[in-house]
């Protein structure tokens, strides 16, 4: 799955609408403090489904979009846009018929994210599941925040084993069989229900 562009509108401190094309090889991001850098990894992480808002640094989602600055206003939305290359039809099922895959997050104020994946709707979970089953996503431990390396050398065992999941490509079954346990809970708790019915009844 490789990445071929990154749009972002009201995003941060990217409140013109930014189009980066991410060429093959190694792509470096310079500037000087506070230019925007962390910015534009933090999109990326967005995009692909981010919902915690520390890992954005703000304390609400909404806090990504363009808070306004002496002589512009706050904007109202904020959206990113990520393509995909997938002519070798890498892309999980469902998302897979396209040279391109196109993924974009918005956020607007009290309405909250909506996302699309080649134009259509989709769910939060059709993302998350479209980048997990690719070995990357949100929390791909191939992000690096600073202060990263740090926190994984004082992770706890069972942090790091997380982290080594991700790497391997296994973090898309544990969160469908996280579900299925849900689902399991669930109809076993409908069983219960049903036991005491029929026992009132008897
Ligand atoms: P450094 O090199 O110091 O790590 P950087 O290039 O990574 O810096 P960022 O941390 O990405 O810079 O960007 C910080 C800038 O983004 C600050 O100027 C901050 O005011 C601005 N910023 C963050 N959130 C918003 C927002 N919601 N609206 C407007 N500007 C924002």
Request: charged share 30%; with cysteine; glycine share 8%.
């Amino acid at each position: 799955m490789r990445f071929t562009r990154l749009r972002l509108n009201g995003f941060k401190s990217f409140v013109d609408p930014t189009d980066l094309v991410i060429a093959d090889g190694l792509t470096g991001v310079v500037g000087p403090n506070g230019c925007g850098k962390s910015n534009l990894l933090e999109a990326l992480r967005w995009v692909m489904g981010e919902n915690r808002p520390k890992a954005m640094r703000g304390a609400g989602m909404e806090d990504v979009i363009f808070a306004g600055a002496a002589s512009r206003p706050a904007r109202n939305f904020a959206e990113v846009c990520l393509m995909i290359d997938n002519s070798e039809r890498l892309a999980p099922a469902g998302f897979n018929d396209s040279d391109s895959v196109e993924i974009i997050r918005r956020i607007t104020r009290d309405a909250g994210s909506a996302y699309k994946v080649n134009s259509k709707d989709v769910r939060a979970r059709d993302v998350s599941m479209l980048f997990a089953d690719a070995s990357t996503g949100a929390h791909s431990p191939a992000l690096v925040r600073q202060g990263q390396i740090s926190e994984l050398i004082n992770a706890k065992p069972k942090a790091r084993r997380r982290i080594l999941e991700e790497a391997a490509g296994i973090s898309g079954l544990y969160q469908r069989r996280h579900e299925a346990e849900l689902k399991l809970k669930g109809a076993e708790t409908n069983l219960a229900r049903v036991d005491d019915v029929i026992e009132q009844l008897a």
